[in-house]
């Protein structure tokens, strides 16, 4: 199309200029020097005549093609508001430019062989191609935003290449007020300091004047850098608002406030610790002080000790990498074991369930609430899988005893004994995947949970009671204390006290990890009640194989940053051994954390421990995984061991980078 544009305009005239110049110049040397005037003042005639015609010609050709795009388009081209550009959808070539396009490019010579992407290097009209009418990202222009409309045309010839008109619609000023008030958004944030009580506890009244002015001025001092406003509500909750442009900053800087804090300290030695819950998207001040109120229950069922955001959708979590300090109350459990009393007394039945695959600190806990129901006398049912569990035998011995004849059943035989009066607690875990049976959690309305794991962004909800202490050992260990505010020693049966501390013992590797002093106290309560450790550690014993299999996928593990032990296995494994495995490997000296992954069926699953300053919890949880600082693992699908292994090295360096 160009080149017929060309010929147009652009005549093959210059091939006569030169004859005529040559004759000039023939006739000069040839002494006929008036003839040669005659021919040098035809020439400069006839190039002028040339010169003004081929401008009207020019003219004629604009006036056309903007008529044409008027006709077909139903845009004027130089009388539209907007720069236009006309151009083949075959190769971009520019066919067509109105005058506002070219003061905007600069692009000035319509008449040679350019494209698009001439004037624009980074254009791609492919869109246009497929049929969309709007360009999906700005156009960047003598500092100005462009958004980029277009159309096809069609020509009524099918053989004709079909072209494109293009609209340049200037919205940056629309733009800057959108980003402004983007940048400007209210970000309402909670300040709570986690371990006040703690803190405070004995002091007299000048040394708590003095802590409390530490940690103020620290708090006062990091925030004041961000130009918002900060109020105290409470002795150790703080309420901050400020723009969502600096919300940035805070999280490239590392809320180094959760540093700073922990440099000051208690007359006795403990270090002060708070965490933010921030509220971001929230539509009024009102909603986003509930998300805020939302982030900072979250980081405190979490450990505390961190910073986490909440939108309209989702959590993101920032520090949490130290491990828990004991916070729990005991008030707290024995206002619990009455609330759930009551709660029991007033259902027609109870339904207890853990997690899918269930160990013996699931199995542990659900006898423990089990235990109260008797107490209650109300019926009760514990929703396990017996074929897909950690401990069949167990579970077998269990059965053996009157009382628990038939107190197991499936999660399909629950939902047809459940009705609007049925109470459902849920043991050893808070996420909603990750439970015996998930229809249970959408059938029955009362839920309790019972859990010791870290808060995932995934709750169950909404929920009656909720015993959830992330700085307890086990769940087991919050079924004991519930019993010992809820029942008489002699309601528990010695099957229960064992099941409680072989509980216990497994999810603190033998009184190993994640021990306080409310687990030992746990543990004698137990004791008293005939709980026998050696049989306890009989529970826990491998056969000569699995042995010899555990002690083949320590020898398969690799070591990584000279402390972290991973093995990644081609073949299946059971969970049992996966989980001892990546305990065993913690007995080698200098390794403080130890990963396993196998695959099952179609998903890699990944046992998870640590002893020192890994955190496996923050490190598995952009895997989708979960658990605590000492304990964790994850379940992921659609992905080979290659992949996985990949994604847990990522996670792990990041982790350390931070």
């Avoid at 002060?272 to 805020?292: C, D, K, P, R, V």
């Avoid at 959408?442 to 959830?468: S, T």
């Avoid at 809820?486 to 033998?510: N, Q, R, Y």
Wanted: hydrophobic content about 40%; proline content about 3%; overall charge negative.
């Amino acid at each position: 199309m160009d080149k017929r544009i060309n010929r147009l305009l652009r005549p093959d005239m210059g091939l006569y200029f030169i004859f005529l110049f040559g004759f000039a110049v023939a006739s000069a040397l040839m002494h006929q020097y008036v003839l040669a005037g005659v021919e040098l003042a035809a020439l400069t005639l006839g190039l002028v005549v040339y010169l003004l015609r081929r401008v009207h010609r020019k003219k004629q050709l604009k006036q056309y093609m903007e008529k044409a795009i008027d006709q077909q388009s139903g845009i004027a081209g130089q009388r539209t508001p907007f720069p236009m550009v006309l151009l083949r959808l075959s190769d971009g070539g520019i066919v067509f430019a109105n005058d506002k396009f070219i003061h905007l490019t600069g692009f000035h010579d319509i008449m040679s062989e350019r494209v698009i992407t001439d004037v624009l290097p980074e254009f791609d009209i492919g869109w246009l191609s497929s049929g969309k009418n709007e360009y999906p990202y700005d156009v960047r222009l003598m500092n100005h935003r462009y958004r980029v409309y277009g159309s096809v045309i069609h020509a009524a010839d099918p053989a004709e290449i079909p072209t494109g008109v293009l609209y340049f619609v200037d919205l940056t000023e629309l733009y800057q007020v959108r980003d402004e008030y983007v940048r400007s958004r209210p970000v309402v944030s909670i300040i709570l300091i986690d371990n006040y009580e703690e803190l405070t506890k004995n002091l007299s009244e000048g040394a708590m004047s003095t802590l409390n002015a530490r940690i103020n001025d620290a708090i006062t001092q990091w925030t004041e850098e961000y130009h918002g406003l900060l109020r105290r509500l409470e002795r150790n909750r703080y309420v901050f608002v400020f723009e969502k442009k600096d919300l940035k900053r805070a999280i490239e800087d590392k809320f180094s406030i959760l540093e700073d804090v922990h440099a000051i300290t208690s007359p006795s030695g403990l270090a002060a610790s708070i965490s933010f819950g921030i509220g971001i998207e929230g539509e009024t001040f009102e909603e986003g002080y509930q998300f805020a109120a939302l982030a900072i229950e979250m980081a405190l069922s979490r450990g505390g000790d961190q910073a986490v955001i909440k939108d309209r959708v989702n959590f993101n979590f920032y520090g949490g990498r130290n491990k828990e300090a004991e916070q729990r109350s005991r008030v707290r459990s024995r206002v619990t074991a009455n609330s759930l009393m009551e709660l029991i007394d007033e259902s027609s039945r109870v339904l207890i369930m853990g997690h899918k695959n269930a160990d013996l600190d699931s199995i542990g806990a659900a006898l423990g609430v089990f235990c109260m129901c008797r107490k209650k006398g109300t019926e009760a049912h514990i929703v396990i899988d017996l074929q897909n569990n950690m401990a069949p035998e167990f579970l077998e011995e269990i059965r053996t005893v009157p009382e628990y004849a038939n107190a197991f059943i499936s999660g399909q035989d629950a939902l047809l004994v459940s009705d609007n009066r049925t109470t459902l607690v849920v043991v050893d875990t808070n996420r909603p995947d990750q439970v015996e049976h998930p229809g249970l959690l959408e059938a029955i309305p009362k839920i309790c949970v019972i859990d010791h794991h870290r808060r995932a962004a995934e709750y169950i909800k909404p929920v009656v009671v909720n015993l959830h202490e992330p700085y307890a050992s086990s769940a087991s260990e919050l079924a004991t204390e519930l019993l010992q505010y809820a029942v008489e020693m002699d309601d528990v049966l010695p099957i229960e006290a064992k099941a409680l501390m072989a509980g216990i013992f497994l999810d603190t590797k033998s009184f190993n990890v994640r021990t306080g002093e409310r687990t030992f106290e746990a543990a004698a309560f137990l004791r008293q009640l005939g709980a026998d450790t050696v049989e306890v550690k009989k529970l826990l014993q491998n056969d000569f194989q699995d042995t010899i299999e555990k002690h083949q996928i320590i020898k398969s593990a690799r070591l990584y940053r000279e402390e972290i032990a991973i093995a990644a296995l081609n073949n299946p494994t059971t969970r049992v051994l996966a989980s001892q495995a990546a305990d065993e490997l913690l007995n080698i000296s200098g390794i403080t954390a130890s990963f396993v992954l196998y695959p099952d069926g179609e998903k890699i699953f990944i046992s998870a421990r640590s002893i020192g300053e890994a955190n496996v919890q923050v490190i598995l949880e952009p895997l989708g995984g979960g658990g605590n600082t000492a304990t964790a693992g994850a379940q992921i699908a659609g992905s080979t061991i290659k992949e996985v292994l990949d994604s847990l090295v990522a996670s792990i360096d990041k982790f350390y980078e931070e």
